[in-house]
């Protein structure tokens, strides 16, 4: 019987260590400001000498304005540790996103973090769907918020009659970007498994490979 109960509590171990590498790990000091002079990325970067470490290291001025606007109307500006450095090791990461009259963020999911998303003025159309493929949507307005849980795809359109600012946060500070459009149309899937998948004809998949992936892509079997 304790070799049995032995083997349990170990595979019980074994199972809770890998839930918990399921998301960033809890910072070990008070912050991590990343040494500049290194040549690593941010990401892994060694921390800076803390008496050198100032007010400003904790202040991002980037998302005053808008970034550029794609053709759905969405201007983003991502914020992560790579170009914000206070936030090294502290697990969030946020975006400032604006949408233009009847503009839209396309389908997409995050596979690293549950988003957080407030509305700083407008009414937007916000949903995501489960794995049931049950739609949950409700048009939000300013000072309300709505919660995308980790990893199901989601979406936003602007209903107002006047552009919208939405600010985003996740609990990763490396929380990844899959865009439906970019995943199915831009990374070289095969044609003829588009064509299967959607019910597409060639010319309407070239068509979209157009739109969402301008450069030519090599389609791999």
Same mark, same amino acid.
Request: proline letters at 7%; hydrophobic letters at 40%.
């Given at each position: ?46 921390? !800076?000498?803390? !008496? ?9 001025? #980037?998302? !005053? ?56 003025? #407008? ?28 990893g199901l795809v989601h979406f936003m359109m602007n209903v107002g009659e006047t552009p919208a600012a939405i600010f985003g946060c996740f609990n990763s500070q490396n929380p990844g970007n899959m865009k439906i459009p970019a995943v199915i149309f831009g990374s070289g899937i095969s044609d003829e498994l588009l064509e299967k998948a959607f019910g597409l004809s060639l010319k309407q998949i070239v068509v979209m490979r ?12």
């Amino acid at each position: 019987m304790y070799p049995k109960l032995l083997v349990l509590v170990l595979s019980s171990f074994y199972f809770l260590s890998l839930l918990a590498l399921a998301s960033d790990p809890d910072p070990v000091q008070d912050f991590c400001i990343p040494n500049t002079r290194s040549s690593r990325s941010n990401f892994v970067s060694p921390c !800076k000498n803390f !008496k050198l470490v100032t007010p400003d290291d904790f202040v991002f001025s #980037g998302i !005053k304005s808008p970034g550029n606007f794609t053709n759905t109307g969405l201007a983003a500006v991502s914020v992560n540790p790579s170009i914000f450095s206070g936030l090294n090791t502290l697990g969030m990461s946020f975006v400032h996103a604006d949408l233009n009259i009847s503009g839209i963020n396309p389908p997409h999911f995050h596979p690293r973090a549950t988003e957080i998303a407030y509305i700083v003025r #407008g009414k937007v159309y916000s949903s995501f769907v489960d794995s049931n493929n049950r739609v949950f949507s409700k048009v939000i307005e300013q000072g309300e918020v709505m919660v995308f849980p980790k990893g199901l795809v989601h979406f936003m359109m602007n209903v107002g009659e006047t552009p919208a600012a939405i600010f985003g946060c996740f609990n990763s500070q490396n929380p990844g970007n899959m865009k439906i459009p970019a995943v199915i149309f831009g990374s070289g899937i095969s044609d003829e498994l588009l064509e299967k998948a959607f019910g597409l004809s060639l010319k309407q998949i070239v068509v979209m490979r157009r739109k969402f992936f301008p450069k030519k892509t090599k389609v791999k079997y």
